[in-house]
């Protein structure tokens, strides 16, 4: 009898979602993420389920891709089971990937796992570690090096100062190849929604935090989205925001600096994600309700 194939990862998806799980693949051989993906079905008649089956035990991890596609799929929802019944849970891995409520047998089933999210999640960062970290290894050497060097190169190319694109302004964050939000151009703005990447000269950067006093006296702002890149909000970087009602903090904040909503009168509550541990003195108004999400 041949000997059967061992992977690391199981990618569990539907076909309609080719082009998520061809990024997912391209991200993994990267690092040398070994994996099991059916293409264009294996085999035919009972072969089927039970190369399915085989390469799911045979597996270290068990990668959903959920979505609305393949909470249809009958294949994918034996597949969940399947797994569910006979791998640890710890070895189980939902990356989902759109707002498509997940039926209620899978989201009994998946209640007790962590899921990971492709708008908040990105594939070659968060998931990719997610994985590494399950699997006991880390990225290969050679290419942590590779990775900073390009890191060192997009400081290096940084501009000087502050500098504005749209109706932000930035400036380079300290020890990062990152920028920092620093500023609102238009002051009478009402609604901002921070992007995740800014592009500037020749080069791309990842917003990574909001500085201190960046929106300070900005009282035609009313709501403000923050992208899953930040990880930090400065010390007063929305104080007396009068108008502010509606704010979105993601998940990557670990952060929010003293009195960073402080006079914010109209903000009457705010959701904070379970991941923020470092909260500033006076953070929050007395007549903010913060919710823990």
Known sequence: MAQQKKYDVFISYSRKDSAIADEICKAFDRVGITYFIDRQGIGGGNEFPLELATSILNSQV??????????????????????????????????????????????????????????????????VDDVLKLLGRERPTELVRKDANIEQAKREALPDGEFQVGDLMYKASENSSGVTVCGLVNKA?????????????????????????????????????????????????????????????????????????????????????????????DAFPEHTQVIRE
Not at 76 to 92: D, G, M, P, R
Not at 100 to 121: A, C, G, V
Request: hydrophobic letters at 35%; a neutral charge.
């Open 189 to 281: 703005a009402t609604e901002i929604r921070i992007p995740s990447q800014i592009k500037y000269g020749k080069y791309t950067y990842e917003v990574t935090s909001i500085g201190e006093g960046a929106f300070d006296w900005c009282d035609g702002l009313t709501s403000i989205t923050i992208p899953n890149s930040v990880t930090s909000i400065g010390e007063g970087a929305f104080a007396r925001c009068g108008s502010l009602t509606s704010i979105t903090i993601p998940n990557s904040v670990t952060s929010i600096g003293d009195y960073a909503f402080s006079n914010c009168s109209s903000l009457k509550s705010i959701k904070i994600p379970k991941t923020l541990t470092d909260i500033g003195k």
């Open 62 to 127: 068990f990668l959903l891709l959920g979505s609305k596609n393949s909470y249809e799929s009958k294949y994918t929802n034996a597949e969940i089971h399947f797994a569910f019944k006979k791998k640890e849970q710890k070895s189980i891995l939902p990356y989902i990937l759109d707002d498509t409520p997940m039926p209620l047998e899978i989201d009994f089933i998946l209640s007790t796992i962590n899921w990971r999210k492709y708008q908040e999640h990105p594939i070659n960062t968060i998931l």
